[in-house]
């Protein structure tokens, strides 16, 4: 049980992060209620998707700067193709779109291994290649989402579980928690750590990093999905997805270099992310403001997720 809990300590300080937020939430705002908690799940729920793709790719080792205009090809192409869509038919849309984020992120992968170009590199280019995809596609916001799944994000099943919390819990648990659990999911974790010693143990690093970048891809086209679900249209021009998806994952306990960390704590730095940029409205303080401080916290992660896995690496 003490293992466990020591195991499980970053996490149980981001639950703890948060509870004293929200604290600080009500106290800002006393009469903050329920449907406040609904609103800040569902402008939360892109952004999730983002940084669990995210946490994917810097879990293999790398990285992906692609991750919002995947996010806009996704959310375009499903606008496009539902405008006028019945239920079926708009289901089979979603499907579609799952699957072209699996494309993308594959190609991505597949890139990074034949090229043997740093990830970084490769995805920024590709970051420009989705992007020029998305306003193709469509060059301005537009298109139309299926009015069902529009619904499916918005309210609550029972107060303060909003359904948009729920889609974001359901839809990486469907994803992650097979792949965790299999030949893949330790692989990922495997070339993260050690490449070299992945390689000696028999697994397969090329495909494991193809695997991984494809997963990537997909969690970015359900944020596209849920991006569009929540406007109701497509937006091809990338929104500001790809910064805190980084800092959210770092901040949830993913070591930058790879190897270390989950899904449960980048989800729960997403909530206490945008909960503080919630606080800081209510607050009244001015939105220039509150780009900055959101700026300088998200900037302040990541160096210090980086100065954490350069002493880590160290002999």
Do not use: H
Not at 126 to 149: D, H, K, R, S
Request: aromatic share 6%; proline share 5%.
């Amino acid at each position: 049980m003490i293992r466990a809990l020591r195991n499980q300590a970053w996490v149980l300080g981001l639950v703890g992060l948060l509870f004293a937020l929200a604290l600080v939430t009500k106290a800002i705002q006393p009469n903050y209620s329920a449907s406040g908690f609904e609103s800040l799940a569902r402008a939360a729920l892109p952004f999730a998707f983002a940084t669990a793709g995210m946490a994917v790719a810097i879990l293999v080792g790398g990285i992906d700067l692609s991750v919002a205009s995947m996010m806009a090809v996704a959310s375009v192409t499903a606008a496009v193709l539902m405008e006028g869509a019945g239920v079926g038919a708009s289901l089979g849309v979603v499907l579609l779109v799952l699957g072209i984020g699996l494309a993308m992120g594959a190609i991505n992968g597949a890139l990074i291994v034949v090229t043997k170009v740093p990830d970084i590199v490769v995805t920024l280019a590709m970051l420009f290649v989705w992007e020029g995809v998305a306003l193709l596609i469509l060059n301005a916001p537009g298109g139309q989402v299926a009015p069902w799944l529009q619904q499916l994000i918005r309210g609550s099943v029972v107060p303060w579980v909003p359904n948009a919390l729920i889609v974001a819990i359901v839809g990486v648990a469907v994803v992650w928690v097979p792949i965790r659990r299999s030949k893949l999911g330790l692989a990922i974790y495997a070339v993260g750590s050690d490449p070299l010693a992945a390689y000696r143990s028999g697994v397969n690093i090329a495909g494991t990093r193809i695997a991984a970048y494809a997963i990537c891809g997909l969690f970015s086209a359900m944020g596209g999905l849920t991006l569009a679900m929540s406007t109701g249209i497509g937006e091809p021009i990338p929104g500001p997805y790809l910064m805190a998806a980084v800092a959210a994952a770092v901040l949830g306990g993913v070591v930058l270099g790879g190897g270390i960390g989950g899904l449960v704590g980048p989800l729960l730095a997403v909530l206490i992310l945008r909960l503080v940029r919630q606080d800081l409205t209510l607050a009244s303080v001015d939105p220039n403001v509150t780009t900055i401080i959101e700026g300088t916290i998200m900037v302040g992660v990541v160096m210090l997720g980086g100065i954490l896995a350069l002493r880590a690496r160290r002999p």
